[in-house]
């Protein structure tokens, strides 16, 4: 595709955000022109293809909402869906919406600068130059992948792999010996299926997690219509729930977990393990927000890891103690405590025996040499603003984005920020994104952004940007809600904890969506208050 000159909007990344992105704005009939690096659509769901790789929100839910014909007539095959349905599925929206024609493919942004003179944006890529009234960078959460600088890391001889840059053609694991560095959620996810495969897996883990079953399963066509019958009560429901998908409900959800008697709480706790998914944080009212409340929980999940793994040596050093539960994003899986009764899979606790470095032949810890053929690298991703940052992005007077941002991202609504003018970035820093269910957040904030578009438009402007006090007033709003949470107690990606030198601030929004999007349209019908128009 030829780079054009000029467009009303350029739209970075074609994941779930830039395939909406560029379907509304081209509906509101703006000239668009989308980047995205990877050679086809699905951000996460393109370039997260590990083995076991499965979204943790049931399907159902985790889909588009705008088009009734297309919750209609795709059928989803699983509970949760694995990354290729996933993927299918966006490569079927791209094609049904014709989405493919705005978008360059293989085809990065380097950088984007703002000129007050022309009101314009520069957008720089790896093969030419486009310039646009209006940026919306739709670049993801989790999609700048996270490698620590482990010494000798290049010198290994085998296959050094990052969950999040899975090769396409997949990896035959057959014989081979590999090592998995992390157990957040893409490690719990690849362990059990990479057990099967390898023929020795060696787990090096620096912090045990909390999991739970997932409670995978395939969808009966049943249970699919009477999903379809109802949708737009299903949709509406889910709209109005704390993380945009909707736990089971029970009286008990509404109270504090020590007013429960015991016996009743541990009943509680053991239907929604078996019910499985993430609907252990919900249990009851105060679970991420009292310390003893969250020891309940946290407990009766140790149980469950003691009364799992065999080995009691092994089932310590996966008890997490360090952290409440559900203050790191708490995966789900598929017979991830199990896989450590395998005799092919061994833990090693990189906390109290730390890696020293990598060498040909494998992973060096102070106690032992692991010999391996392929190194999995499951260590996350620099978060939120990582994939901002890492493009060169200034504003009015070429200040960067980098330098603005280097004690944290600072937002209002987490769509906007001061000195970037027409700029808007989606589910980002400031937002519940990450905190609620993408596909609700990301819907909900496009429409935001097209309906100011639309807005500022109609008022005859042409610069909409944020203003600079109420951009202070969301940021300290932002970090007093997380403060009132557990959420800052663990080191989490949350924080930026996982990067050395990232600043440590909470980014996302812990409000719930219902308050946030209430928030959201204020703003709008204020006349987009807090944002100066010209
Ligand atoms: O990454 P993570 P992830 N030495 O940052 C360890 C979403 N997601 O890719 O905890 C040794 O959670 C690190 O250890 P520690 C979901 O939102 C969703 O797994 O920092 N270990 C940790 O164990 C998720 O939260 C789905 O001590 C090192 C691991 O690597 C987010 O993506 C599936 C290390 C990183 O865990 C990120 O998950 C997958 C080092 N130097 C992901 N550096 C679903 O929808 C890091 N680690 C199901």
Not at 75 to 100: G, I, M, N, S
Not at 196 to 211: D, G, H, I, K
Not at 469 to 495: C, F, G, I, K
């Amino acid at each position: 595709m030829t780079q054009p000159g000029h467009v009303d909007a350029v739209v970075v990344g074609a994941g779930i955000a830039g395939l909406y992105a560029l379907h509304r704005l081209t509906e509101a009939g703006l000239t668009v022109q989308g980047f995205e690096a990877g050679d086809g659509v699905g951000g996460t769901w393109y370039w997260n293809r590990y083995p076991g790789a499965r979204c943790d929100v049931e399907s159902v839910d985790y889909s588009y909402s705008f088009d009734d014909d297309l919750q209609q007539q795709w059928d989803w095959t699983e509970r949760y869906a694995a990354q290729p349905e996933l993927l299918r599925y966006l490569e079927h929206v791209a094609d049904r919406f014709d989405l493919r024609r705005h978008i360059a493919f293989g085809t990065r942004v380097d950088a984007a600068s703002f000129d007050a003179a022309t009101g314009r944006w520069t957008v720089q890529t790896d093969a030419g130059t486009t310039t646009a009234q209006f940026l919306v960078l739709a670049v993801g959460c989790l999609s700048a992948a996270q490698v620590p600088d482990f010494p000798g890391l290049e010198t290994f001889r085998g296959e050094v792999l990052h969950t999040g840059q899975w090769p396409a053609e997949g990896v035959d694991l057959a014989g081979r010996r590999v090592g998995v560095i992390g157990t957040g959620s893409s490690a719990i996810q690849a362990i059990p299926v990479i057990a099967e495969q390898a023929e020795q897996l060696v787990v090096f883990q620096r912090t045990p997690n909390y999991s739970v079953p997932a409670g995978n399963r395939p969808l009966s066509p049943d249970e699919l219509a009477e999903v379809k019958a109802g949708y737009a009560e299903h949709r509406r429901r889910a709209r109005n729930t704390f993380f945009g998908f909707a736990f089971p409900l029970s009286e008990l959800s509404s109270r504090p977990a020590l007013e429960v008697p015991a016996a009743d709480r541990d009943r509680e706790f053991q239907a929604r393990w078996d019910r499985g998914g993430a609907g252990m944080t919900r249990a009851f009212a105060d679970i991420l927000t009292d310390r003893q409340a969250n020891e309940t929980a946290a407990e009766f999940i140790r149980s469950k890891i003691r009364a799992t793994v065999t080995d009691p040596g092994t089932a310590e050093l996966l008890v997490p103690v360090d952290h409440p539960f559900g203050t790191k994003r708490p995966p789900i899986d598929t017979n991830y405590y199990e896989s450590f009764n395998r005799d092919n899979v061994t833990l090693v606790d990189v906390r109290s025996d730390p890696i020293v470095e990598v060498v040909p032949s494998g992973v060096r810890t102070g106690a032992a040499s692991h010999d391996l053929d392929v190194l999995v690298l499951a260590t996350g991703f620099d978060a939120m603003t990582g994939p901002l940052l890492r493009m060169d992005i200034r504003g009015v007077g070429g200040r960067e984005l980098r330098d603005k941002w280097a004690a944290g991202p600072v937002t209002y609504l987490g769509l906007a920020t001061e000195g970037f003018p027409n700029m808007f970035v989606v589910a980002g820093a400031g937002s519940p994104s990450v905190m609620s269910n993408m596909v609700v957040s990301i819907e909900q904030h496009v429409d935001w952004i097209v309906a100011c578009l639309q807005h500022l438009r109609s008022e005859g402007h042409t610069l909409i940007e944020a203003c600079a006090d109420a951009e202070q007033a969301w940021v300290e709003h932002v970090n007093a809600t997380a403060a009132r949470t557990l959420y800052p107690e663990a080191n989490s990606w949350y924080l930026g904890a996982n990067v050395p030198g990232k600043p440590r601030v909470f980014m996302p929004y812990v409000g719930g969506i219902v308050d946030y999007r209430q928030r959201c349209e204020d703003v709008a019908a204020r006349g987009y208050a807090g944002f100066r128009s010209s």
